[in-house]
T-cell receptor
Framework: KAGVTQTPRYLIKTRGQQVTLSCSPI?????VSWYQQTPGQGLQFLFE???????NKGNFPGRFSGRQFSNSRSEMNVSTLELGDSALYLC???????????????FGSGTRLTVV | QKEVEQNSGPLSVPEGAIASLNCTYS??????FFWYRQYSGKSPELIMF????GDKEDGRFTAQLNKASQYVSLLIRDSQPSDSATYLC??????????????FGKGITLSVRP
């Protein structure tokens, strides 16, 4: 069974540019959540999508956005990149049916974004 | 007050010892609790899940949950150098209609000395 696939693995962008990250969840999983991980702040919740609808959103500026497609694949976009956006962006998939079950989230390998 | 707190890190223990990792959470309505392990340069992987008060054992790992005191802990018995990693506590916190949001602590880095 394929795991959670995130592309690309690494990105280097310049301040002011925008970036799109992609996530394909485990087959059969309908919920995709995105997290930003930095050494100082740990894992910070960005948003969650279920059945193409944003179900929850964290405390990030509007420059951070996402969407989910009918096949459950998800993308997140960051516009007008800032140096502080440099981080590991992790996608997590789950069945998405009510409360998380014993399997919780399964994480992808992440996209390491560096803004210069 | 942070929603999920993990303090007293980093932690260093000798090989064969018991490592004790603690986590407290703020929302009394939280219903499920997870421990993830993250090796350096890797993504988090689930190692334990607990939802009822008491202990849950899985091999060398024991998760303990006390909802009245709002804490969850992870014990690692017979610690091995391969257990050296960052351990993340995650709590399924209530919030609007988003039942599946997990809130993470900042993690505790464990180092097991050979």
């Amino acid at each position: 069974k394929a795991g959670v696939t995130q592309t690309p693995r690494y990105l280097i962008k310049t301040r002011g540019q925008q970036v799109t990250l992609s996530c394909s969840p485990i087959s059969g999983h309908r919920s995709v959540s995105w997290y930003q991980q930095t050494p100082g702040q740990g894992l910070q919740f960005l948003f969650e999508y279920f059945s193409e609808t944003q179900r929850n959103k964290g405390n990030f500026p509007g420059r951070f956005s996402g969407r989910q497609f009918s096949n459950s694949r998800s993308e997140m976009n960051v516009s007008t990149l800032e140096l502080g956006d440099s981080a590991l962006y992790l996608c997590a998939s789950s069945l998405g049916q009510g409360l998380l079950g014993r399997n919780g989230y399964t994480f992808g390998s992440g996209t390491r974004l560096t803004v210069v | 007050q942070k929603e999920v707190e993990q303090n007293s890190g980093p932690l260093s223990v000798p090989e064969g010892a018991i490592a004790s990792l603690n986590c407290t959470y703020s929302d009394r309505g939280s219903q499920s609790f997870f421990w993830y392990r993250q090796y350096s340069g890797k993504s988090p992987e689930l190692i334990m899940f607990i939802y009822s008060n008491g202990d849950k054992e899985d091999g060398r790992f024991t998760a303990q949950l006390n909802k009245a005191s709002q804490y969850v802990s992870l014990l690692i018995r017979d610690s091995q150098p391969s257990d050296s990693a960052t351990y993340l506590c995650a709590v399924n916190i209530r919030g609007g209609g988003a039942n599946s949001k997990l809130t993470f602590g900042k993690g505790i880095t464990l180092s097991v000395r050979p």
